[in-house]
């Protein structure tokens, strides 16, 4: 029966898509319907509180292509992903958001090369309509940052819309660490992987989930998950700060061997000291980061609770 054996699997996460989801559901049916392949939804709601749930769960009973996983509460966008991939029975799986800016008519292109033998195929944006320039602008820098200092070579202005084979994902859900940044562990993977150029559209409906908060805190996990670089750069503070202090000793005997008054004074103490001590406390801050992933890896509690699932097969 085709919703036993699905070949595509679509995983699309959900938080507070009431607006967005019937359209998003539509015109995923009308792709897969037209690409003839035997195919299923997993949509997974994380903790919304505007409708969505009910939508999803009704979803579930009006069509047996979709399978709903109601979170218990709100666990993230990286963690819904994750969710999704673990209850995802596809021989590929395309994780694309709900709220229909990764438009589900460039499904058929990441399944086309697919079937041409790459196991990851991962969509790259030429343009990014209904966005602020700021928005633009910090992901662009996002991007390049990651790409120059993360230790695995991150296609830029690629987003989690991909298509994954089954054997990538198998790989994606052993790796159970806490601080996620899927786009990256996808590289990190291997398996031969290539760029499907597309237009990414504007929201359809509702506010961005990606606050600059949020966006901070990921940004955060994708750099202390993948480089060291944040470690290496307090080293570094800290070789400035002893060499700077080297240079200045023999500055200050000379100018008070010659008698001048630039040197006299708490003035000079005192900036040493708070520049030695704001190096301290970032490198403090940065061996903190780090220090609290490694906690939350020891604790080792679940990545998700689910209230409602199908059985995972």
Avoid: C
């Amino acid at each position: 029966m085709e919703e036993l054996s699905p070949t595509i699997t679509l995983v699309a996460p959900n938080y507070n898509e009431s607006a967005s989801l019937p359209e998003f559901y539509r015109r995923v049916r009308e792709v897969m319907e037209k690409l003839g392949e035997s195919w299923e939804l997993v949509l997974v709601d994380d903790g919304s509180t505007d409708g969505t749930t009910e939508m999803i769960r009704e979803l579930g009973k009006q069509d047996p292509h979709v399978r709903p996983v109601i979170f218990a509460r709100n666990f993230g966008h990286q963690i819904a992903v994750t969710a999704g991939l673990d209850y995802s029975r596809g021989q590929a799986v395309v994780i694309m958001d709900a709220d229909l800016q990764d438009p589900p008519e460039v499904i058929p292109d990441l399944v086309a090369k697919w079937r041409e033998g790459y196991e990851i195929v991962y969509a790259v944006r030429t343009e990014r309509e209904g966005e602020t320039w700021f928005k633009l602008f910090t992901a662009r820098l996002f991007y390049r940052l990651i790409y120059r200092i993360t230790d695995v070579d991150i296609p830029m202005d690629t987003g989690d819309f991909r298509l994954l084979d089954r054997k990538a994902v198998a790989v994606l859900n052993s790796m159970r660490e806490k601080h996620r940044f899927l786009r990256g562990m996808s590289v990190w993977v291997g398996f031969r992987q290539v760029g499907v150029s597309y237009k990414r559209a504007a929201r359809f409906a509702g506010e961005t989930k990606y606050p600059l908060k949020k966006m901070i805190k990921f940004a955060s996990d994708a750099i202390t998950g993948f480089s060291y670089f944040p470690l290496q750069l307090a080293t570094y503070l800290g070789f400035l700060a002893a060499g700077l202090s080297i240079l200045a000793i023999p500055v200050v005997i000379f100018t008070r061997l010659a008698g001048m008054q630039a040197f006299l004074g708490q003035a000079t103490t005192l900036i040493a000291v708070l520049f030695l001590g704001g190096v301290q406390l970032i490198s403090l801050g940065i061996l903190g980061e780090y220090i609290g992933r490694l906690y939350d890896e020891v604790r080792d509690r679940p990545l998700y609770i689910v209230r409602e699932a199908p059985d995972i097969e």
